[in-house]
């Protein structure tokens, strides 16, 4: 900064007595004055009160001054509101600055002589960085204030409705033939006991009906490109070779001359090559399995489409490209289902009774493989079940961590299976329960009360399931009762979402440990993930129950709606990084170091580049840019070295 | 017209420099022809009396490597700047300390201590002789230079005009630098004579660093098998070439070492501090690896420092100075 | 010979340590005058050059103060400046300055009797220690182990 050194107008607060009482504001006022390049200094007894704002404000109208220093609380009072009002006077925020001497200097420092000097040395050194404050911009930013929701699942769902009733834009890109996710397979949520379906039908129909929502189903998504406000995510809408005309009547059902193992019903119940999920489905649409279909497969047959009534059979249809501008993603794959197969030595299995949670549910729900009724393999009807928590959780092998959740299912196995075979005996076999919530205890006390028998082990990988004379005997270390069952339920926990891996390398998103959504920040910032715009709604973030992911899908979208506002363009952080492209010489260990993943490589122009746009400013490029490129806006190099030079001669 | 006069010096000096002259090949003399050498005591026979008889300014350039160590070297280098209208630092010894520099993490007693008396190829005596500034034999009283406490760079005793790094510099830098000088379009005063960025910029194993760079220890060169293509960070090993100046045309990656940093920072800065720096951004490791991510670089300052200790913020000067 | 009165620079990062810094302000918890803030967004800002700025430009004693791990505002900026700063601590010993004359550590908004503690603990080393001389620093032998 060879040539004019800028004038520094300086305001010094007594803050009543707080400062005034340990620091001799006549010796600071009269060093203050004798400070080269300092243009005035004027001091008041409350800057911060309304006469005080008035002083500051009248005082930078009638002098003249290129900076301002305002030496009196912290910085974090009232920095913003004396930008603010000197900022009514012409002012840029960046030569309106705060020197602390109350918090550090006055309230720290009992004697005197050494709150004067320290006082004197924070001065000093607001007083020399003044000279390299450079006017910040405002910058702002178009954006797009629509969403795009990747899942539809309960969290997905609530997030699309909630936007799309505030007017917003939503596509829903889902990978299975339908919406619903996982509750849709379920029969009761405990611990209310509510129908899921019966939830569920009329939020789908909604969707179905939204003039804002659009349902892209059967689909993967591809990429997801851009930055918050400006997203543009592309997916692959496989061919479904039925079209919208169709209703679901299920007449090419009727007629169809092939069966297939359902993955709808987890493989215990079977459906057509021509299929929906389950009837009144969104969409309503049926699809062709090209796999098993014979059209499809070389053989003549054409029965689905004679059949149908409205012509929505097309066997020419293909898969399509779908893009999307958006200005938000979200999330909401869903959570996974642990294999646990190869537990109890691979007595696990539907053909010998023992059902992992998500098959019973299939089994005891009206839209399951046997319309709801409970029955063994062979077709015959149990009469008493066991249910072995923690199954496949809390062990090495499977997931290390309780999944908070399932007790309530396992109890709820109980419930069910008590309500659907009259005098069916239940046994719950835990070391420990997880009953969190106000309900949660009730629900358990009843369970107890109407007959389920809870038998605590001292170890759970002691539990041992074998068949026995066609019974399944389940034993466990410290459970003397003998307990021999017609079916076995094992209640397990929630796995990540199998889509998890594939979807961070679409976003950048990360994955904690366990392989779940990492937040933006785990107590600030929980509905983000690390990527700003992209959010994680449901059980993706980690395991959770219905009203938890509801409430996560609604948390998303208000995010979305708070952020993203109709004629209003985003706002975006002033102090940001910038890579100087003369500097740069494409080193790229900038990129790594950004907790924004905000730096990207140019390859063409071999230079790293900062987007502004996502960038919040912590100034780790520039402590770790070898060449100097990379700056911090207002706290550059040259300011903070002119700091310290204050503050270690001043 | 007369021919340009130039003058070549060494101080605390391996000789490289004076090569690298040589390695200019048949163009020598071109350069030979183009100007009048009247100082160049590793070539030919000249005194300092030589020196002492021109008139003040009288030779155009003077180049001078080599670090200052003695009380000779400043000496001469305070009568080559008087004598000459330009004075380049020549070579990263003159630049920025250079080799000799690391010296300045130990210290002068040490090192006289490590070669009259612990140096494996020296018979232990305790009470042997070390070398004094001033000792008789024979009747005759001896002086030798004083070896001071720290290494310091030419700049620190001399004004200099331009600087040109390097261990040595290259040939084609060193044809380049001449060739400027006598064209008498000179860049402004105290330039470097290089490029102001990084060796990244030319090296062609950038294109094979990841965008995303994390590494989860470092390595010793040594202790892997250098894959010939692929950037050396990327491998966990140390490669300075981030915190230094492009220009030389990076043979030392051509074959298949790293950078060890001879044509110092970028920008004037502290090169360990930008090393560590960026380093510490591509190492991705929790707390409790860290100790064990970095044994893969025991010395940290003499591989930051290597030749740029005398222009180091922490470690260009010591206990003692006799200055 | 007056008595030996240390400089001391705190690199103090707005969100946490910073806030730690005011809170001991706050419940009037006394501590050396010597420490001097300087406040920056993030500890990730904080450059290497910066600390060695302040050895050279007088200071006694340097600390660098950030959000406790998992904590940082910024998500990781405080685990970058601990990497970095670990092969500082290692440039440190090597040049032959004494440990004890620089701190990185984690004070968390709340804190302020831990900044205090901090703050007064490297007051009384570095006193100890006498003022840094970077031309008179501790006489020591390097790679001893050749």
């Known amino acids: 900064m060879e040539g004019a050194r800028k004038k520094i107008g300086v305001f010094l607060c007594k803050c009543g007595t707080n400062i005034a009482g340990a620091v001799d504001m006549d010796a600071l006022t009269a060093w203050v004055e004798k400070q080269p390049d300092v243009a005035w200094v004027r001091t008041n007894e409350l800057l911060c009160a309304p006469t005080g704002k008035e002083f500051v404000k009248n005082t930078v109208e009638s002098e003249t001054c290129d900076s301002v220093i305002i030496a009196a609380c912290s910085p974090k009072m009232h920095e913003k509101n004396f930008r603010e009002v000197a900022g009514e006077k012409g002012f840029n925020i960046a030569q309106v600055n705060m020197v602390n001497i109350r918090e550090q200097a006055a309230w720290v420092t009992p004697d005197k002589d050494q709150a004067l000097e320290k006082a004197q040395s924070l001065i000093a050194a607001g007083l020399e960085r003044a000279q390299y404050n450079v006017d910040l911009d405002k910058p702002e930013m178009e954006c797009k204030t629509d969403a795009a929701i990747i899942g539809g699942g309960v969290a997905g769902i609530e997030a699309a409705l909630m936007l799309a009733n ?86 090419c059902f009727e007629v169809c001359p092939v069966w297939v193992k359902s993955a709808f019903h987890l493989g215990m119940g079977d459906r057509k090559a021509v299929y929906t999920a389950f009837p009144g489905s969104v969409p309503a649409a049926a699809v062709i399995d090209k796999e098993n279909c014979r059209h499809f497969t070389g053989e003549e047959c054409s029965a689905c489409k004679d059949a149908c009534p409205f012509g929505a059979i097309d066997y020419e249809d293909n898969d399509e490209v779908i893009e999307v501008e958006t200005g938000a993603v979200i999330v909401a794959a869903g959570g996974g289902d642990p294999d646990v197969s190869q537990l109890f030595d691979g007595v696990a299995g539907r053909e010998n009774n023992v059902l992992a949670m998500p098959e019973f549910e299939r089994l005891a729900a009206s839209n399951g493989p046997t319309g709801g009724e409970i029955v063994c393999a062979d077709g015959s009807v149990p009469k008493s079940l066991a249910v072995v928590h923690c199954a496949g959780s809390l062990s090495e092998t499977g997931l290390s961590y309780c999944s908070g959740i399932c007790c309530m299912t396992a109890l709820k196995a109980g419930e069910l299976f008590r309500k659907k075979i009259d005098g069916g005996k239940v046994f719950n076999i835990h070391d420990r329960l997880t009953l969190a919530g ?69 976003t950048a998103a990360d994955l904690d440990e366990y392989g779940f959504f990492r937040p933006g920040h785990p107590i600030l910032q929980t509905t983000s993930t690390t990527i700003d715009g992209v959010y994680a709604a449901g059980s993706c973030k980690s395991p959770c129950d219905v009203p938890t992911a509801i409430t996560r899908g609604q948390a998303a979208a208000g995010d979305v709606l708070s952020r993203l506002i109709p004629g209003k363009k985003l706002e975006l952080e002033s102090m940001t990084a910038w890579i100087d492209g003369e500097l740069c010489a494409g080193c790229k260990m900038c990129i790594a170091v950004c907790p924004y993943k905000a730096i990207s490589f140019d390859a063409e122009k071999g230079i790293s580049i900062v987007n502004e746009a996502i960038c919040r400013g912590c100034g780790t490029c520039a402590a770790t840019c070898p060449g100097k490129a990379a700056q911090a806006r207002h706290f550059t190099n040259q300011q903070i070295e002119a700091e310290l030079k204050g503050v270690l001669n001043g | 017209m007369a021919k340009p006069k130039v003058g070549f010096y060494w101080c605390a000096s391996c000789g490289g420099c004076e090569e690298t002259v040589v390695d200019l090949d048949e163009k020598v003399l071109d350069v030979v022809a183009a100007v009048d050498i009247v100082f160049w005591p590793c070539a030919m026979d000249f005194k300092y009396s030589d020196v002492e008889a021109m008139e003040d300014g009288e030779m155009t350039v003077c180049f001078i490597n080599g670090a200052i160590r003695t009380t000779e070297q400043e000496e001469v280098a305070k009568l080559l700047r008087k004598k000459s209208t330009c004075v380049i630092a020549f070579g990263s010894c003159a630049c920025m300390g250079g080799i000799p520099a690391l010296a300045n993490l130990t210290s002068r007693s040490e090192i006289m201590r490590r070669a009259y008396k612990d140096s494996p190829s020296v018979l232990h005596d305790e009470n042997g002789p070390v070398p004094q500034t001033s000792s008789s034999a024979g009747g005759v009283e001896l002086h030798l230079p004083e070896l001071y406490e720290t290494v310091y760079k030419l700049d620190d005793v001399i004004d200099v005009d331009f600087y040109l790094p390097g261990c040595p510099p290259t040939a084609a830098l060193v044809e380049t630098a001449v060739q400027t000088l006598l064209s008498g379009n000179l860049p402004p005063k105290k330039s470097v004579l290089l490029p102001d960025k990084a060796l990244c910029v030319s090296c062609d194993r950038n294109s094979t660093k990841p965008d995303n760079l994390k590494i989860d220890k470092l390595k010793r060169i040594h202790e892997i098998k250098a894959d010939p293509e692929l950037c050396f960070l990327a491998q966990g090993v140390l490669c300075m070439g981030p915190a230094t100046r492009d220009g030389c045309g990076y043979p030392c990656v051509k074959g298949n070492m790293p950078c060890t940093g001879c044509f110092g920072p970028v920008g004037g800065a502290d090169q360990g501090a930008r090393m560590a720096g960026a380093l510490g951004g591509i190492l991705e490791v929790g707390e409790k690896q860290l100790d064990d991510a970095l044994s893969g670089m025991p010395d940290p300052a003499g591989s930051f420092y290597r030749y740029s200790m005398s222009s180091s913020l922490l470690g260009s000067s010591r206990k003692g100075d006799a200055k | 010979m007056g008595e030996f009165k240390p400089e001391i620079v705190a690199y103090v990062c707005n969100w946490c340590s910073y806030a ?105 080393r570095v006193t100890a220690l006498g003022p840094l001389s970077l031309t008179g620093s501790v006489e020591r032998t390097v790679m001893a182990d050749g």
Request: a neutral charge; aromatic letters at 6%.
């Open chain 1, 166 to 251: 505030a007017g917003r834009k939503v596509t829903i890109f889902e990978k299975d033939i339908s919406i619903g996710g996982s509750v849709i397979k379920t029969e009761e949520v405990a611990p209310a006991m509510e129908c899921a379906p019966c939830l569920l039908a009329p939020r789908l129909a909604e969707i179905r009906d939204h003039k804002n929502i659009t349902v892209v189903s059967n689909a993967e998504v591809t990429d997801v490109l851009g930055f918050f406000g400006n997203f543009t995510v592309k997916a692959t809408r496989r061919a479904r070779f039925v079209t919208a005309a169709c209703i679901g009547c299920e007449a």
């Open chain 3, 20 to 124: 730690g810094a005011d809170g001991a302000g706050g419940q009037k918890l006394a501590y050396p005058s010597s420490v001097k803030l300087i406040r920056v967004m993030c500890s990730g800002r904080v450059d290497p050059q910066f600390v060695m700025e302040a050895f050279r430009g007088g200071a006694d004693g340097v600390m660098v103060l950030g959000c406790h791990p998992g904590d940082c505002h910024y998500r990781s900026g405080n685990m970058k400046a601990q990497r970095r700063f670990r092969i500082f601590e290692m440039l440190l010993r090597q040049m032959g300055i004494e440990k004890d004359r620089f701190l990185l550590d984690w004070v968390a908004a709340g804190e302020a009797k831990r900044f205090v503690e901090l703050a007064t603990e490297i007051h009384e």
């Open chain 1, 438 to 506: 106000t309900e949660q205890q009730h629900f358990f006390d009843k369970q107890c009360e109407e007959g389920t028998v809870m038998l605590k082990t001292s170890d759970l990988s002691s539990v041992n399931i074998v068949m026995k004379e066609g019974r399944l005997q389940v034993t466990a270390s410290g459970v003397s009762e003998s307990v021999a069952v017609d079916m076995v339920v094992l209640s397990t926990g929630m796995a990540p979402s199998p889509s998890a891996e594939r979807l961070v390398e679409l």
